[in-house]
């Protein structure tokens, strides 16, 4: 816990009293950014239910075009704070990009991404499914994608796949997907950052909402993407999702909320405030299994917010997803803001996406154990997170049995993937080494080749 905020600990968990607004906020007039998704949720929701003015805060969300432009405003101070790609603050560390000091005390959800491909792509993988009665058996691998990509090699035509950011976690997801698929995804070099080296497919970056219309045009034969833009490309009659990413890296981290350290530092309480706001918002969108979903699915439908037809927004948010048309299935997880402590700053989700920065050599050289964990601590604040946490307890907001705060930070060693390698966040190089395809050990690139 930095000092500011143990100074501020026992001021605020012995002074707050039962539904007051924060004590000291520095700044209470803020703008935060947003991308136009579904998991911008607890966003609309803190501030349309009211919880960031419960702490004192007004609050401006502003959309942004896309997430560069979004890393930008929160790293100029344009924007005080932000739904963040979970691999941007991440990657402003260690300087891949944009340089800055970006922290994060909240995580925003679990899951909600898919991999949507086009009608044709998906009509030459059908053939390879395996069936369970009249629809595919699922999840389905990326193994059924290989020889599509393989025709187009013989043909001359470049397979080319879309994802939104280049550290986001829709880029490591389908990644992950085509390896395990045993599919080559490119890595990335000092001198070449497209990722496309040595790579059986080109994955470029396609911000969301520009999502169907690119796949429509025939720019990409697919992609990999948040709500409402998979479900958009099956209303539209344009594409189909072949797998979410629920079923890739089962509870996978997806976004958080970021801020500058400096704005921390300065503003103590205020990010306290925006914390308590966010959790809140959190337990409304999940509690009494989701029964608040359709009036969550009515805000976000809203221009101000995601801007997508309501009935789109429904298929993922309130527990089904529909990949072909009419195969309709249930999806209770498809979106989940607070439960299985989603919401709680893990350092092993940051030590995740380290690793696969490193993998798909956006990290250029070996780091040691000790470094993965060293950068994590440094952005991920489940300090703060606690204490608003144990201020929302003591003023009656939450329950303690809510909040499973866990001592040291790192979640359990799990093997919820799909190609059932394990992940333990304590020996990242230990799990690099043991994924099939990616950079390992002291492996480099240069001049377009792996240096072993």
Do not use: C
């Not at 520095?26 to 929701?45: N, Q, R, V, Y």
């Not at 395990?180 to 790579?199: E, F, K, R, T």
């Not at 080109?202 to 025939?218: F, R, W």
């Amino acid at each position: 816990m930095t000092r500011t905020f143990a100074l501020l600990a026992t001021t605020a968990l012995l002074t707050a009293p039962a539904f007051a607004e924060t004590a000291g906020v520095e700044k209470s007039e803020l703008t935060l950014g947003f991308i136009k998704l579904t998991d911008m949720a607890p966003l609309a929701i803190a501030k349309e239910k009211g919880f960031f003015e419960d702490e004192g805060l007004s609050v401006t969300l502003v959309a942004q075009s896309n997430w560069k432009v979004l890393l930008d405003g929160v790293v100029s101070g344009e924007l005080d704070g932000a739904h963040m790609l979970a691999g941007q603050p991440i990657a402003a560390s260690i300087g891949y990009g944009t340089k800055a000091a970006l922290v994060t005390p909240f995580s925003m959800d679990l899951n909600g991404n898919a991999i949507t491909v086009s009608n044709a792509v998906w009509e030459a993988m059908k053939p390879g499914l395996a069936m369970e009665g009249d629809a595919p058996a699922h999840p389905i691998s990326a193994a059924a994608l290989k020889p599509v990509i393989e025709a187009y090699a013989a043909e001359g035509k470049p397979f080319n796949l879309g994802m939104v950011f280049p550290v986001s976690t829709h880029n490591y997801e389908l990644r992950y997907w085509l390896a395990a698929g045993g599919i080559n995804p490119g890595v990335y070099s000092a001198d070449d950052v497209s990722g496309q080296i040595g790579g059986d497919v080109l994955i470029s970056v396609t911000p969301p909402p520009q999502m169907p219309a690119t796949l429509e045009a025939g720019t990409i034969d697919g992609y990999s993407v948040g709500e409402p833009w998979n479900q958009a490309a099956v209303a539209k009659g344009i594409g189909v999702p072949v797998i979410t990413d629920n079923d890739i890296w089962k509870n996978n981290p997806e976004k958080v909320f970021g801020l500058t350290a400096e704005f921390v530092e300065a503003n103590p309480q205020t990010t306290l405030a925006l914390t308590k706001a966010l959790i809140r918002a959190a337990i409304w969108l999940d509690e009494g299994d989701n029964v608040n979903r359709a009036e969550a699915v009515e805000i976000l439908s809203r221009p101000d917010y995601v801007g997508a037809d309501a009935a789109v927004l429904a298929n993922s948010m309130t527990g089904s997803f529909e990949y072909e048309a009419g195969d309709v299935r249930p999806a209770p997880d498809f979106n989940v803001f607070f439960r299985y402590n989603a919401t709680f700053p893990y350092y092993s989700d940051a030590v995740w996406y380290l690793t696969q920065m490193r993998r798909w050599g956006q990290i250029g050289e070996a780091k040691p154990d000790a470094w993965f964990d060293e950068i994590a601590k440094s952005v991920y604040k489940p300090d703060v997170y606690k204490l608003a946490a144990e201020a929302l307890i003591a003023e009656g907001r939450a329950t303690a049995e809510q909040f499973d705060f866990d001592a040291d930070g790192y979640r359990d060693p799990s093997a919820d993937f799909i190609d059932g390698v394990a992940y333990d966040g304590t020996k990242p190089n230990a799990y690099i080494d043991s994924l099939t395809i990616g950079l390992k050990g002291a492996q480099t690139v240069s001049g377009g080749e792996i240096i072993n």
